[in-house]
């Protein structure tokens, strides 16, 4: 098979190992305009109701005869309906293009650990009196990304989240206490868990517009800014949307802020890295996420590119923004500075495995083959006459809403509006 832009492919049908950069990216092509839900075309979709849109058959629970134990009947009941599930896992499994999940894993050497309750209750930092935690493996992980995105040990505090929604709240919500009149500040593109934020703690809230590769626009961010000067500005940057990957632009977004005015103390910056923010220290040339900037916090998503199989994710801040938040609880022997009480003990295990099993050199080398794939993806469609778009820092390619609604829940296809994305994770293959 011949090369395909910037892919060699062997004749096995795997590319080859070698640096991708981002000059070989082909630039977006013209898409049809995003219909948001405002002027959407319903036939697109299915109509969402709350409590109508359930799945018509469900596994009822129902209780146990009083023969149930003699007779084995309810055990082998509940077998076959597992294994029923499990075969339906392992057949959407195969298909799964939409959504940014890395199925790439086998943590068979975990399994010794499932018969313990394992919860990581209160601060990291702090053991609680509850003893059978994860917290070695949790301050060993955190230290990890620390060093990732360059702020000593000293100076930052952590935690593992139950998903990359909570990251968002809790760095939205360190903003919130350091800045308490503040205005949250994020582009139309950020994720809903944003959004969710400002209504949760009754924050002002202003809706940046973007570009059309879904970046933030830096010039409405500073008109924006500059009818609220009186207040502190809270802003979260997308270290990849959530439909087309956009990297919002650090440098600039700091930029905007000096120039309307606010200076370092009257600002505090949020990075929603869910997918992309481990990503993007590994891609060359790619602008940087580091503390040395004037940040206040990152987040990423466990369960998408490091492939943990429960949903989790990971919680920087700087030390001093933590004290305004985090309050004594004498009940857990520890301090309460997260968002949730219990917390998974499993998933910060989860993590260390895989983070000690890849290392920097094993992401850095997924990161290029999915910039790569993803790449070839965009030549394919563009081939086929299909209108896409891919960003220059990113995997997810964008397109065209296929017609077809059975192609689309086939290949399990994200879709807003008249636009569709596939997220080149790395399980996914050429």
Not at 136 to 143: A, M, S
Not at 315 to 320: A, G, K, S, V, Y
Not at 337 to 344: E, K, Y
Not at 392 to 407: C, G, K, N, Q, Y
Request: charged share 25%; with cysteine.
């Amino acid at each position: 098979m011949e090369a395909v832009g910037a892919v060699s492919v062997h004749v096995n049908g795997k590319p080859e190992i070698e640096d991708f950069h981002l000059s070989a990216v082909v630039q977006p092509e013209p898409l049809p305009p995003t219909v948001t839900e405002e002027n959407g075309d319903k036939k697109n979709g299915k109509e969402i109701v709350l409590g109508r849109n359930v799945h018509t058959t469900c596994h009822e629970v129902t209780e146990p005869e009083h023969n149930d134990e003699f007779t084995g009947d309810r055990d082998a009941y509940m077998a076959i309906v597992l294994a029923r599930h499990r075969e339906n896992l392992m057949d959407k499994t195969k298909y799964p293009l939409g959504y940014p999940f890395n199925l790439d894993f086998d943590y068979g050497a975990l399994g010794q650990l499932q018969h313990f309750s394992i919860n990581n209750l209160g601060d990291p930092f702090i053991e609680s009196n509850y003893g059978v935690h994860s917290r070695q493996f949790e301050v060993g992980v955190l230290d990890w990304f620390a060093r990732l995105w360059e702020i000593e040990k000293n100076e930052y505090w952590g935690y593992i989240t139950n998903c990359g929604t909570e990251g968002n709240l809790h760095g939205i919500l360190v903003g919130r206490e350091v800045f308490p009149n503040g205005v949250l500040y994020a582009s139309r593109e950020s994720h809903y868990s944003v959004f969710k934020a400002a209504r949760m703690y009754r924050m002002d809230c202003e809706k940046v517009d973007c570009q059309i590769s879904g970046e933030i626009d830096c010039a409405d961010f500073k008109a924006k800014l500059l009818a609220n000067k009186d207040k502190p500005a809270i802003i979260n940057v997308n270290i990849g949307t959530t439909v087309k990957g956009a990297v919002d632009d650090l440098d600039l977004v700091i930029q905007t802020l000096e120039e309307s005015g606010f200076s370092e103390d009257r600002f505090y910056i949020h990075c929603d890295g869910a997918l992309f923010g481990l990503m993007m220290p590994f891609v060359k040339h790619a602008p940087k996420v580091t503390f040395k900037k004037p940040i206040g916090s990152v987040s990423v998503s466990g369960h998408k590119f490091v492939g943990c199989p429960m949903p989790c994710g990971v919680q920087i801040t700087r030390m001093e923004h933590i004290n305004a938040l985090s309050r004594n609880v004498e009940y857990l022997a520890s301090r309460d500075a997260t968002i949730m009480g219990s917390r998974n003990g499993h998933a910060p295990i989860f993590l260390w495995y895989m983070l000690n099993r890849k290392g920097y050199k094993g992401f850095q080398k997924e990161v290029q083959k999915c910039l790569r794939n993803a790449h070839y993806l965009k030549d394919r469609l563009h081939d086929a006459g299909i209108s896409s778009m891919l960003s220059e820092l990113s995997s997810t390619v964008v397109f065209e809403r296929p017609l077809d609604e059975e192609f689309v829940r086939r290949w399990q296809l994200a879709c807003q509006g008249n636009i569709a994305h596939v997220v080149v994770m790395p399980s996914v293959t050429i």
